[in-house]
């Protein structure tokens, strides 16, 4: 998948993004940004995304993966999508030679680690760097907004906790089969309808035909046009997966494509 050279450098981690599956409803992600800009008025807060599927974490590792080394070095990246907030799992920090993540261990950054070197990993404990009269069903402001505001000013992680040995992991769902025929899988909806399949881009080009729903695609298009608006095409997107799409309408709605539907691959 291609990525960004020569990323700028900066002197200091000022820049945090958020990921919640928080929406925009509710005050939740404004709060998150006002405790992080009263412990650092300096902080430079983007917006990654407020909406994931409520719950789905794998949507939120998915979108942190394919978006999270577009930034600056030292950007610090906080993902908080906790269905087990307030539970067992731990709060942690996740330092590389590039980004500092922030967030439950959960496996939310597990995707978006798998091709970084962690330099370690810390759990965030000491309440010093924790709201007062911390909430059990806030831990995105009492906990997760305090430690990227301090680290983005240069206090170091081990302040915040102890170092722990590993973290928590997802994986993404292995293509099955062998030969010439194999099995994939619809692993994310994007809000157009696009349905990003765990094909990788590294096989595209060997890819003869595509099989769902009783359809056939017998191509990889170069681009959405190349599709009439009630036919299914198959594309690389931007993340670098196969995706199924339809040119101006959702592959979603016009072919009932659910997450997890098997797709059926012939390569040659």
């Known amino acids: 998948m291609p990525r960004p050279s020569g990323r700028t450098k900066r002197k200091k981690n000022r820049i945090i993004t958020l990921l919640t599956d928080f929406g ?14 009263n412990i650092n008025p300096n902080a ?6 407020h909406n994931v599927p409520s719950h789905d974490i794998f ?27 307030g539970g067992k799992r731990k709060n942690i920090i996740i330092k590389t030679p590039e980004y500092t993540f922030v967030a439950p261990d959960n496996g939310i950054a597990s995707l978006a680690l798998k091709n970084e070197n962690i330099l370690n990993i810390h759990e965030i404990t000491n309440p010093k760097y924790i709201l007062k ?46 030969g ?15 349905c990003v399949t765990n094909i990788p881009d590294t096989i595209a080009g060997r890819i003869n035909v595509i099989q769902f729903n009783k359809i056939t695609i017998n191509k990889i298009s170069k681009s959405y046009e190349e599709g009439r608006r009630s036919e299914a095409l198959a594309i690389v997107g931007s993340a670098g997966f196969v995706e199924i799409a339809v040119n101006i309408r959702s592959a979603e709605q016009v072919f009932g494509i659910k997450l997890g539907d098997k797709i059926i691959v012939g390569v040659k």
Do not use: Q, W
């Open 133 to 178: 009269n911390k909430s059990n069903t806030f831990y995105g402001r009492d906990v997760f907004a305090p430690a990227a505001a301090y680290l983005s000013k240069c206090v170091k992680p081990g302040l915040l906790g102890k170092e722990l040995p590993d973290y928590s992991k997802i994986e993404f769902p292995e293509i099955r089969g062998k």
């Open 44 to 49: 430079e807060i983007i917006d990654l995304t």
């Open 180 to 194: 010439n025929s194999l099995i994939a899988e619809v692993i994310y909806i994007d809000k157009f309808g696009n």
């Open 24 to 37: 925009l409803n509710d005050p939740f992600a404004g709060i998150m940004k006002g405790v992080i800009l």
């Open 59 to 85: 949507a939120g590792a998915f979108a942190l993966f394919e978006s999270y080394n577009y930034f600056p070095s030292g950007t610090i990246h906080v993902a908080v999508v906790d269905p087990g907030v």
